[in-house]
């Protein structure tokens, strides 16, 4: 009878139990890094680029994102025209505005 009956042996003792939470640590403590220097400046300049292609108005001096430098001679809801030499104007999407130029700018160009 003693052939059928398998002897016991010990077992390895399991991980110990605060194991588990250093790695969630970790991976949070990532998450956070992650958050603050990627997601929460991009969301921060989205914010600000919205705000100055809200407050476009004729006059003002801009940069596309194809960098065409000109002057607003009309402002749509979609589209505004700009003024890039004398006599010569373009039609571009609002969106496709990125930069706001000072006064005087497309003076010195």
């Known amino acids: 009878m ?5 002897p016991a042996y010990a077992q390895a003792a399991g991980a110990p139990a605060g194991a588990g ?10 998450v956070a890094i992650f958050y603050f220097m990627l997601i929460r400046p991009q969301q921060k300049r989205q914010k600000e680029l919205q705000a100055m292609l809200s407050k476009l ?10 960098g065409i430098l000109g002057r607003i001679t009309d402002v749509g809801e979609s589209f505004v025209t700009l003024e ?7 039609r571009v999407q609002r969106a496709q505005i990125s930069q706001l130029m000072p006064k005087g700018t497309l003076k010195g160009a």
Do not use: C, K, P, W
């Open 57 to 66: 108005a004729n006059g003002d001096e801009v940069v596309t994102s194809g």
């Open 84 to 90: 890039v030499a004398d006599g010569v104007r373009i």
């Open 2 to 6: 003693d052939s059928l009956i398998s």
């Open 21 to 30: 939470y250093g790695q969630i640590l970790i991976l949070v403590v990532f």
